[in-house]
């Protein structure tokens, strides 16, 4: 799948589900998202099913929702991944973290708790040493925003 | 941020294991977008960077922006090759840094 399919496919499912939920007029559009996903890119096509996302279906609280990640990786000095980025498309702003890893981290593996402000993908993003990008995301329905205002 | 920050270091492993790490700090982690009864916006300050290191190399290191939950948690692993110091900051918006550190034996 080319980026430019994947990203316009991506696009077109988050409006798709932003048109049916009150939306804050804050909120980040997937314009916002798909952008942040291109500078993380630099516009480079990108591989799906090597990054395993583990994040609720549905958040009951968006203020605090777990999120592991782990990235298919030898995490050798030659083949590691460095950087993994996360964006949603229904915060006020699409970027959510960047984590830095080195071959010292072992495995490609990170967690944290994020904020959602609404119902919309998590897209999670990892670049490798040998200059390969990888993307998979998932869909969240989020019952009560956790951005405030 | 008077708490300590909380961390899940083992105290010991074996050479070349991969260990697994858990922080916490407490932090409300204002995002700047919600506004006090007055109406007025809160302004953001956030916990905006995360940095570990071993024995003075950095192994890990997060970029926070304001969708990182209050009292940010992070859990990440690192290949141990010998015993040392595992050295932890949290950097503020205000510009405070707080520190951490522990140390590991590996046999």
């Given at each position: 799948?080319?980026?430019?399919?994947?990203?316009?496919?991506?696009?077109?499912?988050?409006?798709?589900?932003?048109?049916?939920?009150?939306?804050?007029?804050s909120a980040a559009t997937?314009?916002?998202?798909?952008?942040?996903?291109?500078?993380?890119?630099?516009?480079?096509?990108?591989?799906?099913?090597?990054i395993a996302i583990d994040l609720p279906e549905i958040a009951e609280n968006g203020n605090t929702v777990p999120l592991s990640i782990r990235v298919n990786s030898p995490m050798t000095a030659d083949d590691y991944v460095s950087e993994?980025?996360?964006?949603?498309?229904?915060?006020?702003?699409?970027?959510?973290?960047?984590?830095?890893?080195?071959?010292?981290?072992?495995?490609?593996?990170?967690?944290?708790?994020?904020?959602?402000?609404?119902?919309?993908?998590?897209?999670?993003?990892?670049?490798t040493?040998?200059?390969?990008?990888?993307?998979?995301?998932q869909a969240v329905k989020v019952t009560v925003g956790g951005c405030g205002g | 941020m008077a708490d300590k920050p909380r961390l899940r270091v083992p105290s010991e492993a074996k050479k070349g294991d991969i260990i697994q790490i858990k922080t916490l700090v407490s932090h409300p982690m204002e995002t700047g977008f919600r506004k006090d009864e007055a109406g007025k916006p809160i302004p953001r300050e956030i916990i905006n960077s995360l940095v570990c290191t071993f024995n003075g190399r950095e192994v890990?290191?997060?970029d926070i922006e304001p969708a990182i939950s209050a009292n940010p948690y992070f859990e990440f692993t690192v290949k141990v090759e010998e015993s040392g110091t595992f050295a932890f900051a949290w950097?503020?918006?205000?510009?405070?840094?707080?520190?951490?550190e522990q140390g590991i034996a590996v046999s």
């Open positions: 799948m080319s980026s430019l399919t994947r990203r316009s496919a991506l696009a077109f499912g988050a409006g798709l589900t932003l048109g049916l939920v009150a939306v804050d007029e997937p314009a916002d998202a798909a952008a942040e996903i291109a500078k993380f890119t630099g516009g480079k096509a990108t591989e799906s099913g090597e993994i980025r996360v964006v949603g498309d229904a915060n006020p702003n699409a970027g959510i973290v960047k984590f830095h890893l080195t071959p010292a981290s072992g495995r490609a593996e990170v967690a944290t708790r994020i904020r959602l402000g609404g119902t919309g993908n998590v897209t999670v993003l990892a670049k040493s040998t200059g390969k990008f990888f993307a998979d995301r | 890990f290191r997060a950097v503020d918006d205000n510009g405070t840094v707080t520190t951490a």
